[in-house]
């Protein structure tokens, strides 16, 4: 079965420090990983969708690895602001299914 | 353009009760799924759809059933609550299958069952 796994599980930051969130998965056949943010009370909004076959995406401020051989990746957020603060879940797809995957979630919290 | 929405945001239920969950999304996708978020789990998968018309089992399917009558709704029904059924409900949906495309969310159903 696979077991998705954030590190830490949670992160308070100063705001305009550059930082990096953890997911490690423990079956590396998988289709793809998507990083989503959730804010409390609030559903998921997807933030990069990265291939198997890919190694990183960017958007904006925000950069995702893959290391699909062990099994990790990595979301890194530059220049991080008070907006920024909210929780962060991973999720892998597998080869054979439909469904996501999801880790626990890293909380952050972004000072001004 | 709405996106993906859920009926109703809140609801509490005795045990034994049934309700059911509407969701709905205005973007033409083809694949639907309702997860379950609880504290300390992660979200899991309940039921899916590939299609008008189709269901499947997910995760954690027991104690809940669904349908796909509407290409744009899936309905995930509770026929006898249970507390254990205490949780957050994410309906989500995409144009293809999850290996190949991205889900979108909707905002979520807070239930609490007493």
């Known amino acids: 079965k696979q077991e998705v796994t954030q590190i830490p599980a949670a992160l308070s930051v100063p705001e305009g420090e550059n930082l990096v969130l953890n997911c490690s998965f423990t079956?590396?056949?998988?289709?793809?990983l998507q990083w989503f943010r959730q804010d409390p009370g609030k559903g998921l909004t997807s933030l990069l969708l990265?291939?198997?076959?890919?190694r990183e995406q960017t958007s904006g401020r925000l950069n995702a690895s893959l290391d699909k051989s062990s099994g990790r990746s990595t979301l890194y957020i530059a220049a991080s602001q008070p907006g920024d603060s909210a929780t962060y879940l991973c999720?892998?797809?597998?080869?054979?299914?439909?469904?996501?995957?999801f880790g626990k979630g890293t909380s952050l919290l972004v000072t001004p | 353009n709405a996106g993906v929405t859920q009926t109703p945001k809140f609801r509490v239920l005795k045990t034994g009760q049934s309700m059911t969950l509407l969701c709905a999304q205005d973007?033409?996708?083809?694949?639907m799924y309702w997860y379950r978020q609880d504290p300390g789990m992660g979200l899991r998968l309940i039921h899916y759809?590939?299609?008008?018309?189709?269901?499947a089992k997910g995760e954690v399917p027991d104690g809940y059933n669904v349908s796909r009558l509407k290409k744009q709704n899936f309905l995930l029904g509770l026929e006898s609550a249970a507390p254990s059924q205490t949780s957050v409900y994410f309906c989500?949906?995409?144009?293809?299958?999850?290996?190949?495309?991205?889900?979108?969310f909707g905002p979520g159903t807070r239930l609490t069952v007493t």
């Open positions: 759809s590939v299609g008008e018309g189709t269901t």
């Open positions: 990265i291939q198997s076959s890919q």
């Open positions: 989500a949906s995409s144009s293809g299958g999850a290996g190949a495309h991205e889900q979108y």
């Open positions: 973007m033409n996708h083809e694949y």
């Open positions: 079956d590396s056949a998988i289709y793809n």
């Open positions: 999720a892998v797809t597998r080869h054979s299914g439909y469904a996501l995957n």
